[in-house]
């Protein structure tokens, strides 16, 4: 799809490690609950993403897969599963009905829930929940982005059930358990290769059970897993060592980090640019970023666009390796941050859910539907209802299956590759 002149930094294309993006445009993995109920991929999970392949983004990060069995039983959103051979074909289809309509895909490797995992939605709510230490979080209702109260408010319901949304005490991981995880993120990573995806991503991101070891807030622990950077570092260190061994030096990993915490005593944004550094040096081939945690949930899903722009032009000159930005669904604000140098990718989360052709759109000089922030479909029936997503401003999501547009037609392009056999 070529560009309209308007938006040449949006659309050109870019490598990470030894894979070609058609241009600077990405989807932000997200839970959908479109799988399912034991972790397997369904047809609506396809669909889904070959409506936003052929929509115009040069990747889709899809995900979050878990990668070890006891983390998706205590995991409350259904995420898809890929930790044995049985899970297999239906990533594979995942991986090359994606390809089908032109996008690159890294499949992202989630670390569990942790200390934000809610037993009530468990899929075996009588086990405990795990963490690097036994820290909670509370969701303040002053935390709440302003656009899901006034929706609320505007419906005459309560404020939102996050609201004042207190978690429970979860117990400090085992060394057992941390290292079954490091291993899980291997053994998802080469199975992720046979899958045909272009690479995978280390998720260490906004609160869960990875980025719960990075925070000195969190990490209480007195072993060699906590204290010093250098420990609260080793379980992501060695998670992508261990990856980088099974999956191949060739094959694309990432990591997914928050910026800052941006929680007193938390983990700060100069630690942040240390470790992007370090894991640099260790092989990273990019850095996707986030912000924030459960406490914070302004930050994780911020009323407007470009709040991550400035902690990631921060972290874009502490390293030399691509950087991805989310929620800037703006074009206008997209181009100039790539040209400024602010981050070398945009991400979208929900202003994909709203209009998957937003990419194709913005190439040929039309304006993509709006995400209106509501968080309405999205994430109210995830965190809620425990249903599968849905968009107040796109009736079609949750139902792509049934439109034959998404559906790959003869003759097909050759997606299966040789070399993803290791």
Not at 128 to 134: E, T, V
Not at 145 to 174: F, L
Not at 346 to 352: A, D, N
Request: glycine share 10%; net charge positive; hydrophobic share 35%.
């Amino acid at each position: 799809m070529a560009e309209t002149g308007k938006y040449k930094e949006l659309f050109k294309p870019i490598t990470i490690g030894n894979v070609e993006i058609k241009n600077r445009i990405a989807m932000s993995p997200m839970c959908t609950s479109f799988g399912t109920h034991d972790g397997y991929v369904t047809e609506q999970f396809k669909a889904y993403y070959a409506a936003r392949a052929k929509g115009g983004v040069g990747l889709i990060i899809s995900g979050p897969v878990t990668v070890v069995e006891f983390q998706a039983k205590r995991h409350c959103n259904k995420p898809l599963l890929l930790y044995n051979y049985s899970h297999i074909p239906g990533m594979s289809e995942v991986a090359e009905i994606i390809h089908y309509f032109g996008a690159k895909t890294i499949l992202q490797m989630g670390s569990g829930a942790g200390r934000q995992a809610k037993r009530a939605g468990m899929e075996d709510p009588t086990l405990d929940i795990i963490s690097a230490s036994p820290a909670t979080y509370r969701i303040l209702p002053e935390s709440i982005p302003k656009k899901s109260v006034d929706m609320y408010a505007r419906r005459g319901w309560p404020p939102p059930m996050a609201a004042n949304m207190v978690g429970e005490i979860p117990r400090p991981a085992t060394l057992e358990e941390i290292e079954m995880q490091e291993d899980g993120y291997a053994n998802t990573a080469a199975m992720a290769r046979i899958c045909g995806f272009d690479g995978v991503e280390i998720h260490h991101a906004h609160g869960y059970f990875g980025f719960s070891f990075l925070s000195p807030r969190l990490n209480l622990r007195t072993d060699h897993y906590g204290g010093s950077l250098e420990n609260r570092t080793r379980f992501m260190r060695n998670s992508l060592l261990k990856a980088k061994r099974k999956a191949g030096k060739d094959f694309v990993i990432g990591i997914r980090i928050s910026i800052d915490e941006l929680m007193p005593g938390g983990l700060t944004h100069e630690e942040v640019k240390e470790i992007c550094q370090q894991m640099e040096s260790l092989g990273t081939d990019f850095i996707n970023l986030s912000t924030g945690c459960y406490d914070r949930w302004d930050s994780l899903f911020p009323d407007e666009d470009g709040t991550m722009l400035d902690g990631a032009a921060s972290i874009k000159k502490a390293v030399n390796i691509p950087v991805i930005t989310p929620s800037v669904h703006n074009p206008d604000m997209a181009e100039k941050a790539i040209k400024d140098g602010k981050t070398d990718i945009i991400s979208l989360g929900r202003g994909l859910l709203a209009d998957p052709a937003w990419a194709n759109k913005v190439a040929q000089g039309k304006k993509p539907v709006k995400c209106i922030r509501c968080n309405f479909g999205c994430l109210r029936r995830l965190l809620e209802t425990g249903e599968a997503i849905r968009c107040e401003v796109n009736p079609e999501l949750g139902m792509e299956q049934y439109n034959p547009e998404y559906k790959p037609k003869p003759p097909f392009h050759r997606a299966w590759r040789h070399d993803r056999i290791l």
